[in-house]
């Protein structure tokens, strides 16, 4: 059994590791566009406030997979599928063009949301969805620290990621304001009296909260950047924090039923029967993605079961609870999921 999974994320490495254990004799493969290991993304918004962050957030350096006789090629881009021939084409830094499989998992993720208004000036700003923007965001911020100042940013999006990463970097020294669309903070997960009592920590803490802003543009200013809305302000550098979009765009290419992600049935299969999509990327039969840690981990192991012929019955989500990783706060009503 060939295994081809695309992505080395918490979806990919779970169900890699897993199916090995299950499955001695496959070949399992992960193309990755990744260099650094299997990391934590959900520790990308803490990483201001760890200097070695860089480092601790290695959950497993890909030797360690290659050991456990899993192949790894990484900084590669798988760049079509061809679901007839049962193979996928490669680019980047491999000796591979193409490779072959019998079944095929797709767990890309999700890439950075950027709303339509703010595309034309996406050399102004940053985002923060892997490791390697981490590293960008933490060299440029350390430019300005060598300059005996603190950075003064703008993050656009109150958001779970943007009141995250708000905190750290505030808690880190710096001068942030965050601006957000809607009347109050992580709307979409908090409860009208914790979305409350996050804005009164961020305050406390000396964020600038501005909301119901319309991000009209963004424009260098000399060496500063300005956030334009019905006012303008400047800032050191603009952190686009908007949400996330599943990366569906090999699939549709492939002719995959795509809606907002991958359609895949209650087996995680999508409408061809060798490919399967995991994570963030999947859009199960009754329109949720399941974007969080524990349901990821829980498809990927039950996927890997399934395929090794025990299980029966479809996967289902199970119980779970989320928690922004803001300093200092505690939710007192559940998270909506």
Known sequence: MQVVIIGSGIAG???????RALNPDAEITIVTHENDGYYSRPLLSRGFSKE??????ILKPFAALRENRIDIISGAEITALHPDARVVDLEG???EKSLSYDKLIIAQG???FIPPPLRPYHDLFFCLNSLADL?????FRQGILSQNRQPDWAIIGGGLIGCELASDLVVSGDSVTVYHAMGRLMERQLAEEDSLSLLENLNHA???VLLNQSVQSI?????????LTEAAAEFDAVIVACGFKPRT????QAGLAVGRGIKVDECLKTSDEHIYALGDVAELPNGKLYAYILPIRSQANWLASFLAGQEEEGWMPPVFTTKAKVHGFEAAHPYHL
């Open 13 to 19: 490495v779970t169900f890699a590791e897993k199916y």
């Open 52 to 57: 070695t962050i860089e480092e601790t957030i």
């Open 93 to 95: 830094a491999c000796q």
């Open 249 to 252: 765009e090999l699939a549709e």
């Open 219 to 227: 424009a260098h200013e000399g060496d500063k950047v300005c956030v």
């Open 110 to 112: 999700s890439a950075a």
């Open 206 to 208: 000396g964020v600038d």
């Open 135 to 139: 590293k960008t965001l933490r060299k």
